[in-house]
């Protein structure tokens, strides 16, 4: 009988998260770079990481569909091949138009992480999900602290982004080593159907959800995205504020499940969405030591965005199985696809502005950073309102 090693395939689904978080954290330090040596505006920026959230979303679809047909272990073995193409295509770019192929490649292997780990995870640790998928998302915003670090020390060090891409190549090859060769488990406590999977994704609720989620996720990864950009001429080091972040996010997911077992995930999510308003609104106005302390903030409000809400699905929408998982991130990574562009538009435009009334050089650049920053906040005014109709109706739901 084949022995089924749950803790390392636990922790091969963690090193293949620190992976995806890595491209994003690493991308997000080199956009001045990309944008020099290839004579990029910020649009075509915007276009480039936008692939990234692009790719993710066509992964998780089609992930989730054929999950219940090939399962998670197939899935993974799709997003180490992902990974490898991808970060070498990055590494021996010429342009615009490549940068924009291996970018997508990129982020269709981190689409197919999530569409095998997710439900994956919570079939695992049925009895505990939503507290055991932020434990695993622990490592997103623990792979973007290494990836920001990475990125900032070897910057220190002189080197190009060509070696920051590379380095990634090192986890991609030690998970791809720790799925090969092992046996996964079958989905036992997951519907599995995918007629009934299909048919639960039509439910009131689940559509809710799934606005929110383009709004969590846009509040989450579209402003830490540019932070380089945004932030470059904020007084405050912008690698360092992206490390600081996604480390007291990736605390804060260790420790979910108290907080999640005492306010309930709509109780969190709506905490959530007011934090993450703070804290962008502080960052819009501040400058110098004063935004890592509006940082802090931003951190405490978008930690337990992206893992409470594919727990609540998990808990909530049951039937909606793998696909019903899959889906959510995957409309979360498109959204963020989508804005990314327009997120960049708005920082041409606000540094326009800043221009045409006399201000120059940094003065403009942190202008416009603010200006930006003061858009995206209005992402989770609007979830401030969702999240409260949301506990509202789950506390009426829940006395019945």
């Given at each position: 009988m084949t022995t089924i090693n749950r803790g390392r395939?636990?922790?091969?689904?963690?090193?293949?998260?620190?992976?995806?978080?890595?491209?994003?954290?690493?991308?997000?330090?080199?956009?001045?770079?990309?944008?020099?040596?290839?004579?990029?505006?910020?649009?075509?920026?915007?276009?480039?990481?936008?692939?990234?959230?692009?790719?993710?979303?066509?992964?998780?679809?089609?992930?989730?569909?054929?999950?219940?047909?090939?399962?998670?272990?197939?899935?993974?073995?799709?997003?180490?091949?992902?990974?490898?193409?991808g970060l070498i295509l990055t590494i021996t770019a010429s342009g615009?138009?490549?940068?924009?192929i291996s970018t997508f490649c990129i982020g269709f292997a981190n689409g197919s992480v999530e569409a095998a780990c997710n439900p994956l995870i919570a079939d695992i640790y049925h009895k505990n999900k939503t507290t055991m998928l932020n434990r695993f998302h622990v490592w997103f915003p623990g792979g973007i602290v290494i990836?920001?670090?990475?990125?900032?020390?070897?910057?220190?060090?002189?080197?190009?982004?060509?070696?920051?891409?590379?380095?990634?190549?090192?986890?991609?090859?030690?998970?791809?080593?720790?799925i090969f060769g092992q046996t996964f488990p079958e989905m036992e406590n997951t519907e599995v159907d995918t007629a009934i999977n299909l048919r639960a994704l039509f439910t009131p609720l689940y559509i809710f959800m799934l606005i929110c989620m383009t709004l969590t996720a846009t509040t989450e990864l579209g402003t830490q995205q540019w932070?380089?950009?945004?932030?470059?001429?904020?007084?405050?080091?912008?690698?360092?504020?992206?490390?600081?972040?996604?480390?007291?996010?990736?605390?804060?997911?260790?420790?979910?499940?108290?907080?999640?077992?005492?306010f309930n995930p709509a109780g969190v999510l709506l905490f959530s969405a007011i934090m993450a308003f703070l804290g962008i609104y502080l960052m819009s106005i501040a400058s110098g030591p004063?935004?890592?302390a509006a940082a802090i903030i931003f951190a405490l409000g978008v930690t337990y965005f992206w893992?409470?809400?594919?727990?609540?699905?998990?808990?909530?929408?049951?039937?909606?199985?793998?696909?019903?998982?899959?889906?959510?991130?995957?409309?979360?990574?498109?959204?963020?696809?989508?804005?990314?562009?327009?997120?960049?538009?708005?920082l041409e435009s606000a540094r326009a502005d800043a221009l045409a009334n006399g201000l120059v050089g940094e003065a403009a650049e942190l202008a416009a950073g603010q200006s930006t920053?003061?858009?995206?906040?209005?992402?989770?005014?609007?979830?401030?309102?969702?999240?409260?109709?949301?506990?509202i109706y789950k506390r009426k739901f829940a006395s019945k």
């Open positions: 395939i636990f922790s091969a689904s963690c090193v293949a998260l620190v992976v995806t978080a890595m491209t994003l954290g690493v991308r997000a330090g080199i956009m001045t770079e990309l944008a020099m040596k290839f004579d990029l505006t910020d649009v075509q920026l915007g276009w480039i990481a936008g692939m990234a959230f692009l790719g993710f979303p066509v992964a998780t679809m089609v992930g989730g569909l054929i999950y219940n047909f090939i399962g998670p272990k197939k899935l993974m073995y799709i997003a180490f091949a992902g990974h490898l193409l615009f138009w490549t940068l924009i990836g920001a670090l990475m990125s900032a020390g070897l910057s220190q060090l002189g080197m190009g982004w060509e070696i920051k891409i590379a380095i990634m190549l090192l986890p991609t090859i030690v998970y791809g080593y720790m932070i380089e950009r945004i932030l470059g001429n904020s007084g405050a080091h912008p690698m360092l504020i992206l490390a600081m972040v996604t480390g007291l996010m990736a605390v804060g997911r260790y420790f979910a499940g108290p907080i999640i077992h005492a004063l935004v890592y893992p409470t809400m594919i727990g609540f699905i998990g808990e909530n929408c049951p039937k909606t199985g793998a696909l019903g998982m899959s889906l959510i991130g995957g409309v979360g990574m498109f959204s963020v696809s989508m804005w990314s562009p327009v997120i960049g538009g708005w920053l003061a858009n995206i906040s209005l992402f989770p005014i609007v979830l401030i309102v969702l999240f409260t109709g949301l506990l």
